[in-house]
């Protein structure tokens, strides 16, 4: 078992010191947080041990998992890679890309892993249907969320709109050609709303909305393919996929044939791929566990994390 410790002890802090607790590929030996309080009040509450120090809770283990905010992965991240330990670092990696480079960089010199916590990827809808999209030539993905004054500190590009930026790139195997992009601050002092179309070199668009002031949650993505749609809710795990294939010359009565203005008839049937109930958070954090036991690259890595960094910084150029 490896052993874990975790920076941060917020609202996703404490549900990864649960889940690495739980898990059977890491020993938990505990936590770091700025605010000692905090700290105290999290270790009296659930047991897990408290450091009063970072740089004694990163000697103390072999993964360091930095749930932090944003503005101090950076410096947790370096201070982790510097005495040799793994990173499991929470998206946005940081909150630049230099930084995530300079990350990277760091990293490979010492030959250790690192993940990225974008844990979309590990959503069991998406797991069900991945491979169904194949080409996508058009996307669609809307991720809305009430008003939440945590996380406010950096726009909802980075906030919620990441996470779909993350999931295309995993999927669209071509270059961006272009980007534009609209954001309006409405509560925070950072864009509360946000719009972008994005365009690969090979045709594909995407057309990516993200607010964090809707009276409604909602997370979808659309994929539009040559004879394929496929619908992924994130939000309740749910997936959808209808396919068209050539009618058969003898249509059964129940058959749904389509024909279009040159007479070819196509049939629609729909698939539904099974859907494998998960914890997302723990399946990514003991994938990375496999990723360091076998010497093997992580199912996010830190370049994924730093290209949905990229593409994040440049919509946010355009406002």
């Given at each position: 078992m490896l052993n874990a410790g975790v920076l941060g002890a917020g609202?996703?802090?404490?549900?990864?010191?649960?889940?690495?607790?739980?898990?059977?590929?890491?020993r938990l030996v505990g936590f770091y947080d700025a605010d000692k309080e905090n700290g105290k009040r999290v270790a009296q509450e659930f047991g897990y041990t408290f450091f009063d120090s970072i740089?004694?809770?990163?000697?103390?283990?072999?993964?360091?998992?930095?749930?932090?905010?944003?503005?101090?992965?950076?410096?947790?991240?370096?201070?982790?890679?510097?005495?040799?330990?793994?990173?499991?670092?929470?998206?946005?990696?940081?909150?630049?890309?230099?930084?995530?480079?300079e990350i990277r960089r760091m990293l490979a010199e010492h030959n250790l892993r690192g993940q990225v916590g974008h844990v979309e990827r590990f959503n069991p809808a998406f797991i069900a249907v991945k491979n169904d999209i194949k080409s996508p030539m058009f996307i669609e993905t809307h991720r809305l969320a009430e008003f939440n004054p945590r996380g406010t500190d950096v726009p909802?590009?980075?906030?919620?709109?990441?996470?779909?930026?993350?999931?295309?790139?995993?999927?669209?195997?071509?270059?961006?050609k272009h980007i534009s992009a609209s954001g309006v601050a409405v509560i925070s002092d950072t864009p509360d709303i946000a719009n972008a179309r994005i365009e690969f070199e090979n045709g594909c668009v995407a057309n990516l909305t993200a607010s964090r002031i809707s009276l409604k949650k909602m997370r979808k993505a659309r994929f539009f393919q040559k004879d394929a749609y496929i619908s992924v809710d994130f939000l309740t795990k749910k997936c959808e996929v209808v396919k068209m294939k050539d009618a058969p010359e003898q249509p059964d009565d129940f058959d749904m044939i389509l024909q279009n203005a040159e007479g070819v008839k196509k049939q629609i049937y729909f698939d539904n791929p099974k859907i494998v109930e998960i914890?997302?958070?723990?399946?990514?954090?003991?994938?990375?566990?496999?990723?360091?036991?076998?010497?093997?690259?992580?199912?996010?890595?830190?370049?994924?994390?730093?290209e949905a960094l990229r593409v994040a910084t440049q919509i946010i150029d355009c406002f």
């Open positions: 609202h996703l802090g404490k549900i990864h010191l649960r889940l690495l607790n739980q898990s059977e590929k890491y740089e004694a809770l990163i000697d103390a283990v072999d993964m360091v998992d930095i749930v932090t905010p944003t503005l101090s992965h950076f410096d947790c991240a370096k201070m982790a890679i510097a005495k040799g330990k793994h990173i499991f670092i929470e998206k946005p990696i940081t909150n630049t890309v230099e930084e995530a480079e909802v590009v980075l906030d919620l709109m990441i996470h779909d930026i993350d999931i295309i790139l995993s999927i669209v195997k071509s270059k961006i914890n997302s958070i723990l399946e990514e954090l003991e994938t990375f566990a496999d990723a360091i036991n076998n010497n093997t690259t992580p199912v996010v890595t830190l370049r994924d994390g730093t």
